[in-house]
């Protein structure tokens, strides 16, 4: 068995940090660091159509991509994002309005 990869701890631990500065909110309130783009950012959540798209299934989408490349590929920026991204999402999926669109 192969252990934790140190990289990945570094981007788990950047997330935990940025989901307790932005993300320490309640289900349907902006997060702390909201921004606009009108019409496909607003108060921080991606909207298309107005259809909220939600940070976990985001993060769960790249992921799907980039985790086969942690396998072969090495690169530190690599792993720390998909470390970063898989809290991201377990975080999102914490929500009581994960499956609400």
């Not at 159509?49 to 989408?61: G, V």
Request: charged content about 10%.
């Amino acid at each position: 068995m192969r252990p934790l990869n140190n990289f990945n701890m570094i981007g788990a631990l950047i997330a935990i940090i940025f989901i307790n500065v932005n993300f320490g909110n309640k289900a349907g309130t902006p997060p702390a660091l909201a921004f606009n783009y009108y019409p496909y950012i607003r108060n921080g959540s991606l909207f298309i159509n107005d259809t909220h798209i939600h940070h976990w299934l985001i993060c769960f989408s790249i992921l799907i991509f980039t985790l086969p490349l942690q396998i072969t590929n090495k690169n530190p920026f690599l792993l720390i994002t998909n470390g970063l991204l898989f809290m991201l999402m377990v975080q999102g999926l914490l929500y009581e309005d994960r499956f609400d669109f």
